[in-house]
Each structure stands twice: as C-alpha cells, then as structure tokens.
C-alpha cells in the first residue's frame, strides 16, 4: 500500500511537470543526482565450548546479530581457520594471501580477506623514551620469537615509532629470515647509537603527522606517543582480519597536565581498526636497592632513611605501567610486566589469535554523528559456548560546510561525544590563586602550534576563526563552569614566513571554590573543521588547611610579558590590572610547554598567603636550576612584596626575571623555594624545564 502511494505520487508529479514544461518557456533540464551509503561492518567472533575449544562447524544462520537493539542481516560471512599445531600449518599455503572469499548475501561488495588462514601480529616498537639497554633487551626478545615461533600461518610486521614518526621497517612477511634479519639491523643501529631507521624499509615520515612538529610541543612526550600509536592502529584497520599488536616500550606515564583524551582516543583508534594491543614493559623485572642503583646519584634528605625515597620509585614504576594495562584492557589484550622474559608477552598474544568468523553486515544506521553503537551477538545453538567479539564502535563523522547553527551543533556534538577528536594539538595549563579565604581564581591558558594553522593559509585565506568550547565539572559529575569563546587570527603573506613558529595562545579565567575538578576543552579551525580535545583532572586546593609549609599558589613560568594596551584577542579587554599575572601594567603570558629560550627572559610568578600570627612575615624566594644533582644556576633572595593585607589574610606577590644566556641548552629541574623568617616555615617548588638555542 505505501509502495502504490507513492507511485501513484510520483506519476502525478511527473505529470504536472510535463504539463509545466509545454505550456511555458523552454527552460534547461537540471540533471538529479541521487547519492547513498552502505557502511560495511566487519566482526571478528571467536565461538568456544566449554573446554576452550574453538566450534568450527557454525553458519552464518546460527548468528543473530544487533546493532542498537535493531536486527542487522548477515551479508558476508567467513571463517579464520587459525591451527595452533605447527605440524598442521602445511595445508596453507605461504604463498596464498591475496583472496576473496566468503558468501556474500547482499547487493554489495563482499569485503577483501587479503590474508585468509593467516594470523596477523605487529611488533611495535617505541624507541622515543626507551634506553639502549631496554632497545635490546625488547630486540632480541621479538627476534627469538621469530626464529623459534613463527610457524607458515604467522605473518608479522614491524612498525618502529623514532624521530618523531611512525615507520613500517617490515611489511607483513611469513618469513622469519626476513623479520629476523630487520631486527638484527635494528639491533646494530641501537648499539651503534643510531635512533634513525628511515634507511629500512621506507622512508620515514616527519612528525607533522600528528601535528607536533613545533619543538616546544615535543616535550609532551606521552601524548605524542598515543598518537602514534593510534597512527599504527590506523594503519592496520586497512586490513578486516582480526589483528594483535605488541607494544614494546618502557611504560606510558600521564602526569596531571598531559592530555587525557588522547589516551582515550588512541583506544578508540585501536578498537575501530579491529586491533588489540598487547604492551611489553621492556624493563623487565628489576631489583632496586632502597637507596637507587649506580646509574643515578645518592638521594639525600631524610626519605632515604624513613623509606619515602623507595616508596616514591615503586610508586613511580607503578603509574608508568598503569597507562600499559589500561591500553590492553580496554582493546581485548594482556599486559607483561616485572619479566624477564620478554618473548612471553608476544606468544600471549600470538596464542590468543586462535580460529574466528568473520561476520559482515551492512549497517541499517546511516547517521554520520560519531555516536557510539552497541552491538550483540547471540549463537542460538547452545547458550553455554562463549562468545568473544567487539561490543560496540563509535560511528564514523562527516562534517559538511555548516550554516551557523549547524557550527554550534557541531562542537556541542564533539563535546557530548566519548570519541574524542585530536585532528588539532592543543596544549593547556591551568593554575589557581586565592581571592580570599573562601574563593580561588583559576586561569586557564590553551596554545596551539602555529604550523597547525597552516593549512588555512594554503587555501588562500587571509585569516582564520578558532572556536572554543569547554566546560568544568565537580567530583560528582556536575557542570560547575563553561566558556564558549572565539577568537581570529590573520594568515596574511608577511606573516606566513615566520607563523609556522609562534603557537597562538587563549586565555580566561573562572572563579571556583576549593576542591576536585575536571576539564574538557575543544578547539576548531573553522577553515578547516579539525577539531581538538584536551581532557584532565586537576585540584583547587584549600591553602586555609595548610599549616606546616608556606601557603603558595601555582608557579607561573613564563619567558614574555606583554602591556596591556597591547594584549591580542581581546585579552586586553579581559585583562583586570589587579589579576596575579599582571605586573606593573604588564601580562605575563604563561609558557605552558615549559620550553624557552636563551635570547629570552625567563620570567617567574608565584603568591604566597602566609597565615595572619603575632609575627609579620618575612618572606624571601630562591630560583635554582638543576642537573641531576648539580647546581648549574642560581639567583639571591628576592622579597615578597604584599599586595593585600585584610582580615581574611594576607598576598604576597613575587616574581623573578632572569636572564638564560649563560646556561647551555638542555633539560633542567627549576626548583623554589619560598621561606617565611618570621614563621619558621618554607615551600618547596620542582618542575622540568627545557632550555633551547
């Protein structure tokens, strides 16, 4: 009955058409076009009985499988058949990896299988913040798996992460000459000292491929190393078998500033491409003296005799692992910590790649908004098997040219959405001030490589508007503050020489009371439509409880300080002159990545809220750098000057410019120290620094 109607409707429509068309003026045909889309969905399903046994013997007609609750019809369906006896490998043949197989039971292309029966394992190395020693140990391991593992179903790649690029050193290969061969050369290059491997292989790519390429923003190591490693995982969803990737690295540490959202973004990655991720702590099982090994120098103070100073290295070992398990975790692997052992982590996931179905449909969902879809699949023969597959998937995203209200749709859509976007590199710090007993004001400064803007300026544009949107929620998942903001920044010719050099910065500030928050932040190109995400928890504390040290404020480092009338994007007109990081009419614009350089001044701004006693404060302040242990700079005292002194307590504001033309490039620990004569009490401030021609 619908079917008639609208044939009768459109009968009558071409009708009036005709009608319209010869009772009028000749006018041109306009030619219709009619577009749609069919998104393949390939499941790889593992199906075990109660004994651990793969069931090899099941039809796409034992499945049913929803997406969203809604039924989805099964269009291809193969089976993987993966034998774990090396003996039984020889009826595949080394030769045969290029088929198409499978029913395909609809009207669309069946998908490729490129490597049908073959187990698909990459060995993926991370050479960015792992010791020569760890880079052998990590080789030899992966290099005796595969003389002694690899049997004529095992096809292995080997994917190197240096010199600010993912590298495919070794495409896929059966052969354990050839993958042997490739690690050995990587050995000798380890031992040589040389971290360059774009001479294996293929050429190697610049870092521009996660858009870190400015040398300020390297030093957010961790955040670069999720982003290649969703890069990898990227390039193996090219492929619909089911893959494992063993990660060979010396942990993943986040600290409370680096990007949270990259990490989840990197899992996202990970599972879409059909890819679980296996992490190997190249380590090994380490046995550390109470007092540190030789490879560093005595601790001094009283932790290395109360056992604060062998606490504070097991707790440290133990966060750089907690990113490890939390990737294998959340794409279907298995962490290898604490052994030596390190073949072990890659059998684990060798072994785990047993038979499986490769079950296909086209999904009934044509919504392109990135949402997440829950998928279910039953076997209706017998309901004690155990059914292993993916549970869901975030919808792919298209953004179009949006009127305005589509825009704003846009990023609130990004906002809500699980699968965070990092097409932008965004770098945040947020610090905190005390008001008055009660209040705190929290500036937020967001930069952002100006090379990430260059590709406004290729497509002719004289300038560009940045979108920002963010929000800041409590302990309990409350909405307590947000901004929507923007700002334009030009990209005419005299200044594109120099634009892929300066970041572009954002400021603003909110009020908040002590406590537990969290933050999520996004930024759009409008030029472009990328989109960025930076994602953190980060603390208010309440300075009224701190009683035994010098109550003190974030530490600001900085290496510019700009005037007022000069401020861009309207930071000027948001500027208070009694805001913490104004000094005699002067902004002190916040350094963020903690990278300066020599020709500059370095700049510091800290507050102190010494409480109110019998005694006036005297508070003075030291600046020092450190190498390793060495002292390699310093500066005097410097007097805290007060900037308020009410009943609900007294400010204090100090800041130190300096000059760094005498210290030689290099990474450094700049430590403060605040001291109250008055009050016998002190604070004491670290943070790593890096220092650049």
Not at 87 to 99: E, H, I, R
Request: glycine share 8%; aromatic share 8%.
């Amino acid at each position: 009955m619908v079917r008639r109607t609208l044939l009768v409707s459109l009968l009558a429509l071409a009708a009036q058409a005709q009608q319209i068309g010869q009772n009028g003026v000749f006018q041109k045909e306009e030619a219709v076009t009619f577009k749609t889309t069919a998104r393949l969905v390939i499941q790889a399903v593992t199906v075990k009985d109660k004994q651990g046994r793969t069931v090899a013997d099941l039809t796409a007609d034992d499945f049913t499988l929803l997406e969203n609750g809604s039924p989805q019809a099964i269009r291809f369906f193969d089976y993987e058949n993966l034998p774990e006896n090396p003996a039984g490998m020889d009826a595949v043949a080394p030769g045969a990896v290029t088929t198409e197989s499978g029913s395909n039971g609809g009207d669309g292309p069946a998908p490729v299988v490129r490597h049908r029966n073959r187990r698909l394992l990459a060995l993926y190395f991370d050479f960015t913040a792992m010791p020569v020693v760890d880079r052998l140990r990590a080789l030899s391991a992966a290099q005796h798996f595969a003389e002694t593992r690899m049997t004529s179903a095992d096809l292995v790649t080997v994917m190197v992460y240096a010199g600010g690029s993912v590298q495919v050193v070794q495409e896929f290969s059966g052969e354990p000459g050839a993958i042997a061969g490739t690690l050995r050369t990587l050995s000798a290059q380890a031992i040589q000292g040389a971290d360059d491997t774009t001479g294996i292989g293929m050429d190697g790519a610049t870092g521009a491929a996660f858009g870190q390429n400015d040398a300020e923003f390297n030093i957010f190591s961790t955040d670069r190393q999720l982003s290649a490693l969703q890069t990898a995982s990227a390039l193996l969803g090219r492929l619909n078998e089911k893959k494992a990737l063993v990660y060979f690295g010396s942990g993943l540490r986040l600290n409370g500033s680096d990007n949270q959202a990259q990490l989840q973004a990197t899992i996202n990655a990970a599972v879409r491409a059909g890819v679980s991720l296996w992490p190997v702590d190249a380590r090994g099982l380490t046995a550390e003296a109470p007092l540190g090994d030789a490879s560093q120098a005595s601790p001094g103070g009283l932790g290395a005799y109360s056992g604060t100073a062998a606490l504070k290295s097991n707790t440290s070992r133990d966060r750089s692992q907690d990113i490890l398990w939390t990737l294998a975790a959340d794409t279907g692997g298995k962490a290898l910590f604490d052994s030596n052992d390190l073949s072990a982590g890659v059998v684990q996931a060798w072994r785990s790649m047993s038979s499986y179905y490769l079950i296909g449909y086209y999904s009934s969902n044509d919504a392109q908004d990135g949402k997440l879809r829950r998928i279910q699949i039953k076997v209706g023969r017998s309901a004690a098997l155990q059914v292993d597959y993916r549970h869901g998937y975030y919808g792919p995203r298209v953004f179009r040219n949006f009127t305005l209200a589509d825009r704003e749709r846009q990023l609130e859509d990004a906002m809500m959405s699980g699968d965070p976007l990092t097409e932008l590199t965004l770098a945040m710090e947020i610090d905190y001030f005390q008001l008055n007993r009660a209040e705190y004001l929290v500036p937020l400064t967001v930069k952002i490589p100006g090379s990430e803007l260059t590709l406004s300026s290729r497509g002719g544009a004289s300038h560009t508007r940045i979108d920002f949107i963010g929000e800041i929620k409590d302990a309990f998942g409350a909405t307590v503050r947000n901004v929507r903001d923007s700002i334009d920044v030009k990209l005419d010719s005299e200044m594109a020489g120099g634009f892929a050099d300066h970041p572009v910065a954002y400021e603003t500030a909110f009020t908040l009371l002590p406590g537990q928050y969290s933050i999520k932040f996004l930024a759009r190109d409008l030029n472009t439509g990328r989109i960025g995400t930076w994602q953190m928890p980060f603390l208010v504390p309440d300075l009224n409880r701190e009683l035994q040290t010098v109550p003190i404020s974030s530490v600001v480092l900085s290496s510019q300080m700009v005037r007022l009338d000069q401020l861009p994007h309207k930071a000027g007109k948001k500027a208070d002159p009694v805001h913490p990081l104004v000094k005699d009419g002067q902004k002190v614009i916040p350094s963020v990545t903690r990278v300066f350089r020599k020709s500059r001044r370095f700049y510091l701004v800290v507050e102190a809220y010494p409480h109110t006693g019998p005694a006036a404060p005297r508070l003075q302040s030291f600046l020092a750098f450190y190498s390793g242990e060495k002292r390699v700079f310093g500066t005097g005292p410097v007097q805290a000057a007060q900037i308020a002194a009410t009943s609900r307590g007294r400010r204090f504001s100090i800041l130190h410019a300096t000059s760094l033309a005498g210290i030689a490039p290099g990474e450094y620990i700049c430590q403060l120290t605040v001291t109250d004569s008055g009050g016998d009490q002190a604070a004491f401030w670290q943070q790593r620094i890096l220092i650049v021609p």
